[in-house]
């Protein structure tokens, strides 16, 4: 008997999309790097002890995981949900995701606060890209 595996999100039929997953991911990119930041000034003179590289991996293990958990989560979004006609209403929404995806790999190799704030910023916009081609009025709350 053979096994046949299969995962899906999306190309399916489930019609499930939201961008709360990207954006939570881009919350924890964003906690993550301030963390690091705060940590670095904080330890100036002990870099080297092994407190400080253990936690400092840490965070940027769990800041590169969100941060691909991001991109992947915008661009079911990109590719999957919003369809040609909707370029007509939304002009900018191809750059506004190729941007948002290259700030998810900015963020990735890069501890930079302007750079994790401009991500939210991205994803806020996709938020009201995607509930207004919905019909919907759903309001910008962050879980941080």
């Known amino acids: 008997m053979s096994v046949i595996r299969a995962?899906?999100?999306?190309?399916?039929?489930?019609g499930v999309y939201d961008p709360a997953s990207a954006r939570v991911a881009g919350e924890a990119v964003q906690s993550m790097t301030k963390k690091m930041i705060t940590l670095a000034e904080n330890h100036s003179s002990d870099c080297g002890s092994a407190t400080y590289i253990n936690t400092m991996s840490r965070y940027a293990a769990i800041k590169e995981e969100e941060a691909q958990k991001c991109k992947d989560e915008l661009l079911v979004l990109w590719t999957d949900f919003f369809k040609p006609q909707h370029l007509e209403s939304i002009p900018d929404l191809h750059d506004t995701f190729w941007k948002a995806a290259k700030l998810c790999s900015?963020?990735?190799?890069?501890?930079?606060?302007?750079?994790?704030?401009?991500?939210?910023?991205?994803?806020?916009?996709?938020?009201?890209?995607?509930?207004?081609?919905?019909?919907?009025?759903v309001p910008w709350i962050r879980a941080s």
């Not at 606060?113 to 019909?135: P, R, Y």
């Open 106 to 137: 900015a963020c990735k190799v890069e501890v930079s606060a302007e750079h994790a704030q401009e991500l939210m910023d991205a994803i806020e916009a996709i938020h009201h890209m995607f509930w207004g081609v919905k019909g919907r009025e």
């Open 7 to 14: 995962e899906a999100h999306c190309d399916g039929p489930c």
